[in-house]
């Protein structure tokens, strides 16, 4: 069972604005067990959208647009659609009430045109819409189905969600879903990575390993294909087994889980102290994201200039002075004198180049020393990033969480 | 001139991504004059990119794809384009050098497999990538021209932006433009704003005013449609100045400006110091990000814990016991202490509740107090806000940004 999706408007094609309807229908889509092959975006013209959902309907068997049904002249999508249906418009009475008493419900007079949208195509079935004017509709043609839905994701989601994905899983019988499961990974490359697990990523049948870069990220998706969930979640389950068996720690949370709330949850009930340099706030901003982050951060010191890193935390002059700010030595002591000065278990700092200016022959953008230390030891990382300022320091926060997580896990 | 633009990506048919490059490139293609008339998004499939791709250049004079020019084996786009393009894969000796300058920057050892992107047809202009390893490719195909552009935002972005752009521009004489001017405002909520320039909102012709809602940050943008950057900008103009008549500094900045950035630019040789509770260091690196920031940042201190607040601030404990900590008399010794403790012109403290727990009766999520001292004189502000524990602290280090901006305005 092939499925496709058609945005429609002229918006979208202006980038004015982002087509998550797509999306969204997509996930949907694929969690019913409907594959998705092609994506399009129309402008508000007729020809290119006949066209189109032409094309659609003889390579898929559904085809979904969202957009284009409102009550102006600019909305094409019902013409379109009455036209590939081959059937006579209809006013549908009790669509013209509904469109009434929205209107009525909100004390506003009805614009005369808006009653356009009560006129549908003989033998479509048509949806309500509880956050707006615009009807959907399900107009069968052969043995292909076309669903047209508004375009707002306000009105679009809520009418998915509540008619036309029970109206598909009953049409298809289908015994199969896609799920997926991502294993999120941070320190390698994405080629490091592949290197790793490429023995994942050519598994025939219906699981598959894809790998995604983000920033300062790779993570590994298995997706599955199956009768149900159950089946699915067990091919997953071997697939992930094995690969964890590869990675290891270097895997630090799966799906929607944060570094930054993973390593918080290995803290438990240690404490830890920041002493942020080139980080500039955000090691400390990014613990706090995490709800319940007061537990374990006592402070972090924001010391931006070389005279605060001497009296907010005591770095010596001489220190400074003879290795520079941007120093193993520095990194060394802001991390020990942050954890001595707050009484934390865990002392954590950072200095080096964000850019795009201060650096030397030296010392170039993105070198930067990170400083752990606890009462047994202090250790003390050099990195060589790339990218903006803004990357530098995010890549630098993510180092910082990742090194506090490989040393709480031993 | 006809544009196309095509996403490649499984993860894009599955919803697990939004396609945003699409939107961007139309938003830059409009700049140019050029007309965008379909969106496609494909899976890493070869045979349905290579037919996609087809399809596009017999209907639209430029293809622009993003994404699958990595260096794994999901990465289809070479091998479809090339096919396209009839042409043999040729090594590009500079391409291979600058991946391994690449790894090498990062001391990082390069998988062979990344030597694949130094690959391309023969007689193809490619595309430096200063974020990534993936060039980025020009293909002439008879009179089309098909760019191949990498999936990363961060990549592709810049790429379009320092490369193809201006050979676009070389290559089209357009006729028309479309041009946008954003006009960036914070403080006041979609509605209060709309009724301030309602009056706007209903111009006739060819320029435009949309309003647009951020969290924390409402935009007006003008657009206008003409037939060269001159007289769209002068259109643009003429609205602008009625707006601004209008709203005065509620406007912080225009376009890309960021408020973090707009707010440096007004302290000068004025230096500042934070005091963040409940921001937990996302003031400090909101600043921090802005390039130079250390000319005018000197330090923040996270006082997440009372502890802190009284220790590293000099609070009182007395007057945390008597207000509590999220009061105004705390958030005003603060801003007060901070300011003497650093030296700085500018104190700024925050405190309040950011949630989901630690709301009293009196004190619910979303109280915040934010105080702002100078040698002559110190205020608090009390604010209500909503949403998320991340909402909150954002739309607290927005108030506190915007607080410092209109100080600094008088």
């Not at 996930?27 to 007729?46: M, P, Q």
């Not at 909305?75 to 009790?94: F, H, N, R, Y």
């Not at 375009?151 to 997926?180: N, T, W």
């Not at 982050?293 to 010391?303: E, F, P, Y």
Request: proline share 3%; hydrophobic share 40%; with cysteine.
């Amino acid at each position: 069972m092939k499925a496709e999706i058609i945005g429609i408007g002229t918006e979208i094609l202006l980038g004015q604005i982002v087509n998550t309807n797509s999306a969204h229908l997509s996930r949907k889509l694929a969690e019913i067990g409907i594959d998705v092959y092609h994506h399009t975006a129309i402008g508000d013209n007729k020809k290119r959208l006949y066209d189109s959902i032409k094309t659609a309907l003889i390579r898929s068997d559904i085809v979904i647009t969202t957009g284009g049904l409102g009550p102006t002249v600019d909305d094409v999508t019902l013409e379109a659609v009455t036209k590939i249906s081959e059937k006579p418009l209809i006013l549908q009475k009790k669509i013209a009430r509904l469109i009434r008493e929205h209107f009525k419900k909100r004390h506003i007079k009805m614009p005369e045109n808006n009653l356009r949208q009560a006129y549908i195509p003989k033998d479509a079935i048509w949806l309500g819409n509880n956050t707006g004017t615009a009807p959907g509709l399900i107009i069968k043609i052969n043995k292909k189905i076309l669903i047209a839905l508004p375009g707002p994701p306000r009105e679009m989601i809520p009418m998915f969600d509540s008619h036309v994905s029970a109206y598909m899983k009953k049409q298809y019988k289908s015994r199969c879903v896609i799920l997926s499961h991502t294993l999120k990974t941070t320190g390698l490359a994405e080629s490091q990575l592949h290197d790793k697990v490429k023995g994942f990523m050519r598994l025939s049948g219906d699981t598959t390993v894809g790998i995604y870069a983000h920033p300062a990220q790779v993570d590994l998706k298995i997706t599955s294909k199956a009768k149900n969930l159950l089946s699915a979640r067990g091919k997953i389950g071997v697939i992930e087994e094995k690969i964890r068996k590869k990675l290891g720690n270097l895997i630090f949370g799966t799906d929607n889980q944060m570094l930054e709330e993973n390593t918080l949850k290995l803290l438990r009930n240690r404490t830890i102290a920041i002493a942020e340099s080139c980080t500039g706030g955000l090691i400390a901003s990014r613990i706090t994201d995490v709800p319940g982050a007061s537990k374990n951060l006592l402070c972090s010191i924001v010391a931006y200039s070389n005279k605060s890193k001497t009296e907010l935390l005591d770095v010596s002059y001489s220190t400074i002075k003879k290795h520079g700010a941007v120093s193993s030595q520095t990194a060394k002591d802001m991390a020990v004198n942050i954890r001595n000065l707050s009484g934390a278990n865990i002392g954590i700092s950072t200095t080096g180049i964000a850019g795009p200016a201060g650096a030397t022959n030296k010392k170039p953008v993105g070198l930067v020393y990170i400083g752990l230390s606890t009462e047994l030891k202090t250790f003390v990382k050099k990195y060589y990033f790339t990218g903006t300022r803004e990357m530098i320091k995010f890549r630098t926060s993510q180092a910082a969480l990742d090194m506090i997580r490989h040393h709480l896990l031993g």
